[in-house]
T-cell receptor, first 111, second 115 residues
């Protein structure tokens, strides 16, 4: 069963920041949060990951709540190329880690 | 080269056919994965290979048979499939499966239709 829950869809205006929420109240203390996105007709693409503290990379920022029950993926300036399904996933296991995908949020970017 | 390639892109097969899906990566990754993705659903893990050995099988029916002939190649052999097996089959790789912070690189998938 998915350990993460996300809104089905969100809209953003182009060049505006986007905050994509994810609830993961049932993950364990050692489960990493990974975000992937899937553009139409492509395989998923890694975006960012974190465990407890906030993380930044060239694509996005990840803000993780102190209690680790939720996190937010932040795209600082949405472009039309960011229109995709964004998956919040938990990365867990012992010995062999595996991704458990949430249902995803379909992000539409309005020009 | 950060690419995972999959062949074929599309496959149509009958329920009595035997076919294979192929996945290749040249990033030196030692973990490779098969996922199944139905339309408008998230990917679901099927198999994990770590150092060419099967480490996770998510209770997948035996009509799906994975094979990892070497560290760069991953095959999925298909036989006696059912129409409900029609889906996008995604291959992925990561440097190791024993680390929770390695990103997975996904291929574009094989779109399978079972008639």
């Amino acid at each position: 069963d998915a350990k993460t829950t996300q809104p089905n869809s969100m809209e953003s205006n182009e060049e505006e920041p986007v905050h994509l929420p994810c609830n993961h109240s049932t993950i364990s203390g050692t489960d990493y949060i990974h975000w992937y996105r899937q553009l139409p007709s492509q395989g998923p693409e890694y975006v960012i990951h974190g465990l407890t503290s906030n993380v930044n990379n060239r694509m996005a920022s990840l803000a993780i709540a102190e209690d680790r029950k939720s996190s937010t993926l932040i795209l600082h300036r949405a472009t039309l190329r960011d229109a995709a399904v964004y998956y919040c996933t938990s990365y867990s296991g012992a010995g062999s880690y595996q991704l458990t995908f949430g249902k995803g949020t379909k992000l539409s970017v309005i020009p | 080269d950060t690419e995972v390639t999959q062949t074929p892109k599309h496959l149509v097969m009958g329920m009595t056919n035997k076919k294979s899906l192929k996945c290749e990566q040249h990033m030196g990754h030692r973990a490779m994965y098969w996922y199944k993705q139905k339309a408008k659903k998230p990917p679901e893990l099927m198999f994990v290979y770590s150092y060419e050995k099967l480490s996770i099988n998510e209770s997948v029916p035996s009509r799906f048979s994975p094979e990892c002939p070497n560290s760069s190649l991953l095959n999925l052999h298909l036989h006696a499939l059912q129409p409900e097996d029609s889906a996008l089959y995604l291959c992925a790789s990561s440097s190791r499966s024993s680390s929770p912070y390695n990103e997975q690189f996904f291929g574009p998938g094989t779109r399978l239709t079972v008639l």
